[in-house]
């Protein structure tokens, strides 16, 4: 391993700090990191990741894709999420600057800590505070249960479910919003999430 492999590449200048996590930018040794969480089984299901997933999608994701986003090359900011600034990557959050939506997963030895819900909030807390966003959303697909924790802990409130495409298929898509100013009139309850 070189010695700029713990370097941040292209990112936020400056980590956000959370209760339990802190948000960095991504480096190059989170490559093997990223690589085995989205080899996980589920990845296929949840997200919009290729899948199979690859080696050369963890390094374009890492080396490519996140950097660019914090040039202003696309519409996404990406952050590392780790227990302590020098830690291993335990997950990713995003923010998509367009459509005011954060996405994110969590490397399966990171799971059932908590770690997801703080650094939801802590995204969150940055949109509302640094980029003055109004609301921030959130969607899952059906079935994904853990994600739908999250966004609940996290103060989302819940308004039903759409129609969408993933892979292919059309599939239901649960839909959330944090509204910095209350709740919004289309509220609905949470569903059953045991």
């Avoid at 070189?2 to 400056?14: F, K, V």
């Avoid at 199979?52 to 999420?81: K, L, Q, T």
């Avoid at 505070?129 to 739908?148: F, I, K, Q, R």
Wanted: negative net charge; proline residues 7%.
């Amino acid at each position: 391993m070189s010695a700029d492999a713990d370097r941040p590449l292209a990112g936020p200048m400056l980590p956000v700090m959370g209760r339990k996590v802190v948000l960095t930018a991504l480096r190059e040794d989170d490559v093997d990191r990223v690589l085995e969480a989205c080899s996980a089984p589920q990845v296929g299901r949840w997200l919009d990741a290729p899948w199979p997933y690859a080696r050369a999608d963890a390094e374009a994701f890492v080396r490519e894709f996140a950097p660019a986003g914090w040039r202003g090359e696309h519409e996404e900011r990406v952050w590392a999420i780790r227990e302590s600034l020098r830690g291993p990557l335990a997950g990713v959050i995003g923010l998509r600057t367009q459509i005011g939506e954060v996405g994110f997963w969590l490397h399966p030895d990171a799971q059932g800590k908590g770690l997801m819900s703080d650094a939801l909030r802590t995204v969150v807390g940055h949109a509302e505070g640094c980029l003055t966003w109004p609301e921030v959303h959130w969607a899952c697909y059906d079935g994904n249960l853990a994600s739908m924790r999250v966004a609940k802990a996290a103060g989302f409130t819940y308004l039903g479910t759409r129609e969408a495409e993933h892979r292919g298929e059309r599939v239901l898509q649960h839909h959330a919003v944090r509204v910095a100013g209350g709740t919004p009139a289309d509220a609905r309850p949470w569903p059953p999430l045991d």
